[in-house]
């Protein structure tokens, strides 16, 4: 048996040691209910516990504190008894720990097949990882030193060399080898100027000519150094299972182990001395994802935990939702197609932003007639579009990540007042625009996301405000899946998604 047979039987037996374990977010688990996942005794499981919990990943939470999958912050805080010890995942994302592969998948999921859910959380991290890029670049930023390292998971940094690996393959680089009579170009002035000329016919003739060929140096150090770090990242990658998602069909193996190099400290110093000499953009961005792999890599061995994922996935299902419904809340008034026409022309404020046109508070001291303006009411989504009956719409999307149960009697896991509220005052913000445009029809939605299909749950109304408006608040259960995969695909939903056509009712355009 080869060597290299040997090593991929080894390969497969480790891979398949690994163990997977799957959490729902935000959902209430027993102290041995975790170990027993995890198939680990009592103390190991503790101490997988207490890392997690200080990597805030996990938190302790009453069990009657809990409902579907909601956890209140207000009973995150309380002193816990021995047969109390609940804990839930505040996380949405692939964790690695030892032997462990913990998956915790969002919350709005309740029943799901383990293929199904392999599936969809291999889309969830598609979309945690397009919105963590969109957002502010983290790696990039860490890798070129503008921002603290601390800020990047490992694995996140480990999945970006794999992508650009895939991309623009390994690191090397182009050296000429100068040559006579070779095979290469010929470099004409060194020829003239340092070989014989000789005359045929009154013409001169040059026996031997320089000539010069661009060659890959397949030997470079880097070359190898980044060959090393890429098979180190695929390994991580097998046993966290992260093959599909990432669209690795076949995996690489180098046979020379990084430490045959140098030690991490020499390595760096070789990547930060190649850097001064670098100028090439995606060669630089390698040389710093290297660098970056190997400061985590020093920091990885004081924490064994590598994670990828999110805390904030209510961020994230605010963001696909806006980048979906096409939300207009940063473009100026006079480029809003839906509004182009005679009344456009004398709207006094075309050239500000739909955000711009929401009154700022101002504070003002006694006796002053000039007071500072400070923050005001932001909307996840803005969007003036015409419905089916071509008449000109205004809609108001706050995307919810809140797991809403609606009965006939009673309703959980909605909002709470200030949500509510903040509806009504966006719709009033935009009073002068109503009217001067003569829209009537708004409509004010809530954006929750649903396991399986959308359809109109009901609405929330406050009467004293519902008196100024003339509108309800809509809930709006949308299929995640869907959304997500616009969001991909960098679509908008059709109108026909997100648009309530059971009118009972028009706000005043005033």
């Given at each position: 048996?080869?060597?290299?047979?040997?090593?991929?039987?080894?390969?497969?037996?480790?891979?398949?040691?690994?163990?997977?374990?799957?959490?729902?977010?935000?959902?209430?688990?027993?102290?041995?209910?975790?170990?027993?996942?995890?198939?680990?005794?009592?103390?190991?499981?503790?101490?997988?516990?207490?890392?997690?919990?200080?990597?805030?990943?996990?938190?302790?939470?009453?069990?009657?504190?809990?409902?579907?999958?909601?956890v209140f912050p207000e009973d995150m805080d309380e002193i816990f008894t021995d047969d109390e010890r609940y804990l839930t995942f505040t996380f949405v994302g692939i964790l690695m720990l030892d032997d462990i592969v913990i998956r915790c998948y969002p919350k709005y999921l309740k029943h799901v097949e383990d293929g199904v859910r392999s599936e969809t959380f291999n889309q969830v991290l598609a979309v945690i990882r397009k919105y963590e890029k969109t957002r502010d670049q983290h790696i990039v930023?860490?890798?070129?030193?503008?921002?603290?390292?601390?800020?990047?998971?490992?694995?996140?940094?480990?999945m970006e060399l794999i992508e650009q690996y895939q991309k623009n393959g390994f690191y090397r680089k182009q050296e000429t080898i100068e040559e006579?009579?070779?095979?290469?170009?010929?470099?004409?002035?060194?020829?003239?100027?340092?070989?014989?000329?000789?005359?045929?016919?009154?013409?001169?003739?040059?026996?031997?000519?320089?000539?010069?060929?661009?060659?890959?140096?397949?030997?470079?150090?880097?070359?190898?150094?980044?060959?090393?770090?890429?098979?180190?990242?695929?390994?991580?990658?097998?046993?966290?299972?992260?093959?599909?998602?990432?669209?690795?069909?076949?995996?690489?193996?180098?046979?020379?182990?990084?430490?045959v190099l140098g030690e991490d400290d020499y390595l760096l110093r070789r990547i930060e001395q190649e850097l001064t000499r670098q100028f090439v953009t995606s060669k630089r961005q390698m040389l710093q994802l290297m660098h970056l792999y190997l400061t985590r890599q020093g920091k990885k061995k004081q924490s064994r935990l590598l994670f990828y994922?999110?805390?904030?996935?209510?961020?994230?299902?605010?963001?696909?939702?806006?980048?979906?419904?096409?939300?207009?809340?940063?473009?100026?008034?006079r480029n809003i197609q839906e509004l182009a026409g005679e009344q456009l022309r004398s709207f006094p404020a075309k050239d500000k932003s739909l955000l711009q046109l929401i009154d700022r508070p101002e504070w003002v001291a006694e006796g002053c007639g000039i007071g500072e303006k400070k923050d005001t009411l932001i909307p996840d989504s803005i969007r003036i579009r015409k419905d089916a009956d071509g008449r000109k719409m205004f809609a108001i999307y706050d995307a919810k990540?809140?797991?809403?149960?609606?009965?006939?009697?009673?309703?959980?896991?909605?909002?709470?007042?200030?949500?509510?509220?903040?509806?009504?005052?966006?719709?009033?913000?935009?009073?002068?625009?109503?009217?001067?445009?003569?829209?009537?029809?708004?409509?004010?939605?809530?954006?929750?996301?649903?396991?399986?299909?959308?359809?109109?749950?009901?609405?929330?109304?406050?009467?004293?405000?519902?008196?100024v408006t003339g509108t309800d608040v809509r809930s709006l259960a949308l299929d995640a899946s869907m959304v997500f995969q616009y969001y991909l695909d960098d679509k908008e939903l059709p109108i026909e998604d997100v648009v309530y056509h059971g009118y009972t009712y028009e706000s005043p355009a005033s």
């Open positions: 048996m080869t060597l290299r047979r040997m090593g991929w039987r080894f390969l497969l037996r480790m891979v398949n040691d690994m163990r997977t374990v799957w959490f729902r977010e935000l959902c209430c688990y027993a102290e041995s209910d975790i170990c027993q996942r995890m198939g680990v005794s009592w103390e190991k499981g503790r101490q997988v516990i207490e890392q997690l919990m200080n990597s805030n990943i996990m938190r302790r939470v009453r069990k009657s504190g809990a409902l579907d999958g909601e930023k860490a890798a070129s030193g503008k921002q603290s390292d601390n800020q990047v998971s490992f694995l996140a940094v480990i006579i009579n070779g095979m290469g170009d010929i470099d004409w002035e060194k020829t003239v100027h340092e070989t014989q000329t000789l005359l045929s016919h009154g013409r001169p003739f040059y026996p031997d000519m320089y000539t010069k060929q661009s060659m890959w140096d397949e030997m470079n150090f880097f070359y190898c150094l980044h060959q090393c770090i890429i098979s180190e990242c695929f390994d991580v990658i097998e046993k966290a299972d992260l093959g599909d998602f990432l669209g690795i069909r076949s995996r690489y193996r180098f046979d020379i182990r990084r430490n994922g999110t805390n904030a996935m209510n961020l994230v299902w605010e963001t696909a939702c806006g980048a979906v419904v096409g939300n207009q809340l940063q473009i100026k008034v990540y809140y797991n809403i149960v609606f009965t006939p009697n009673r309703v959980s896991g909605q909002p709470g007042i200030e949500s509510i509220t903040k509806q009504y005052l966006y719709h009033l913000a935009y009073g002068a625009l109503l009217k001067h445009f003569q829209i009537t029809r708004v409509q004010n939605t809530f954006l929750f996301p649903s396991e399986s299909g959308s359809k109109w749950l009901g609405r929330v109304t406050m009467p004293m405000l519902r008196d």
